[in-house]
């Protein structure tokens, strides 16, 4: 199994930075590929950013230009740089990992709120 455990969240201005950082512990070199969600109040859980085992990485549309994922080589820390922070970002972050075979796993989540 793995255990993700976010950390990094709080309250920015728009405009502003914010980084989060994901820490992988167990089974991490099953681990295919890692990436961020978000869930707004009211809205669906969506993708914001995902990076696979070979380094490729996906964003949404919202987030490209603005958001960069990274990933250690040995797959035990994710992390997401957010700049020019907008208000539409505001959700609560989650953390997720997928291994080879298929079983996926999701951290408990921090809070970003972009307010002024």
């Known amino acids: 199994q793995v255990q993700l455990v976010e950390s990094g969240g709080g309250l920015v201005q728009p405009g502003g930075s914010l980084g989060l950082s994901c820490a992988a512990s167990?089974?991490?070199?099953?681990?295919?590929?890692m990436g961020w969600f978000r869930q707004a109040p009211g809205k669906q859980r969506e993708l914001v950013a995902t990076?696979?085992?070979?380094?490729?990485?996906n964003y949404a549309d919202s987030v490209k230009g603005r958001f960069t994922v990274s990933r250690d080589n040995i797959k035990t820390r994710l992390q997401l740089q957010m700049n020019s922070l907008k208000p539409e970002d505001t959700a609560v972050y989650y953390c997720?990992?997928?291994?080879?075979?298929?079983?996926?796993?999701w951290g408990q989540g921090t809070q970003v709120t972009v307010s002024s």
């Open positions: 167990g089974m991490t070199f099953s681990i295919a590929s």
């Open positions: 997720h990992a997928v291994e080879y075979r298929g079983y996926t796993y």
């Open positions: 990076i696979h085992s070979r380094g490729n990485t």
